[in-house]
């Protein structure tokens, strides 16, 4: 959807919905946060964290067992495992601030992508994609929050590409092979959705699904896409 049309209609949609508190609570929030959204500027730069080899500003948070740098889809769930057992002191790190409201509406991805919640990353200029972007350099969103880039893509789940992970074992990254992450995959995971079940899990705290409910205009798009 382009993003001045579903600007317009979640403006419609908070102006014409109001019938209870909540929902007046929600339609201030979504008008807040794609005000805010059409106003933010992503940076440029990580500026904001570099303090220089001579900063004398330094905090101390003690001694820990574990020091976990990034609270992403695995810096979280590193710190969830470890904290199962009681004897273990952990720190984790993470940038950004925590989820809100706003953040927790999958719709709204798009006025995540353009707050603070991303890094405001781009790819190098590229040769045969990004061809209509400026300098052909295409956004590369990464959550700057708890939860990461886990926070802001509309609650897709994705996995990396075999090959890669292979390439990763080649490279003498011991135990990085595909088939040596598959299980940890498959442990996370309480799939709900029809595939092969030699790579998808059923008991883990991970639920994966169909989106739903289904939307009546799905089948319109998909019609309306065949030659």
């Not at 990034?70 to 495992?81: E, N």
Request: contains cysteine; proline residues 3%; aromatic residues 12%.
């Amino acid at each position: 959807m382009n993003f001045l049309l579903a600007t317009s209609l979640y403006l419609l949609a908070a102006n014409v919905i109001n019938c209870s508190i909540t929902t007046q609570y929600y339609q201030r929030l979504i008008k807040q946060g794609i005000t805010e959204a059409l106003r933010y500027k992503l940076p440029t730069s990580n500026n904001e964290f570099k303090q220089g080899v001579e900063s004398n500003n330094i905090e101390e948070y003690g001694e820990f067992d574990f020091v976990i740098v990034g609270a992403g889809s695995a810096g979280s769930v590193l710190a969830t495992r470890l904290s199962e057992i009681d004897d273990f002191s952990i720190l984790l790190l993470e940038a950004g601030g925590e989820e809100d409201d706003f953040s927790q509406i999958p719709a709204l991805w798009s006025f995540n992508q353009f707050s603070e919640k991303n890094w405001g990353y781009y790819s190098t200029p590229q040769k045969q994609s990004c061809l209509g972007m400026n300098n052909r350099q295409c956004s590369v969103p990464r959550g700057k929050l708890l939860g990461g880039t886990s926070s802001i893509n509309t609650l897709m789940y994705s996995r990396g590409n075999c090959r890669d992970y292979d390439k990763w074992s080649q490279l003498g990254n011991c135990r990085w092979s595909c088939k040596d992450v598959l299980p940890y995959f498959k442990k996370s995971e309480n799939c709900q959705i029809r595939g092969d079940e030699n790579y998808h899990g059923k008991r883990g705290f991970w639920n994966v699904e169909y989106t739903g409910p289904d939307s009546p205009l799905f089948q319109i798009f998909l019609n309306g896409s065949v030659d």
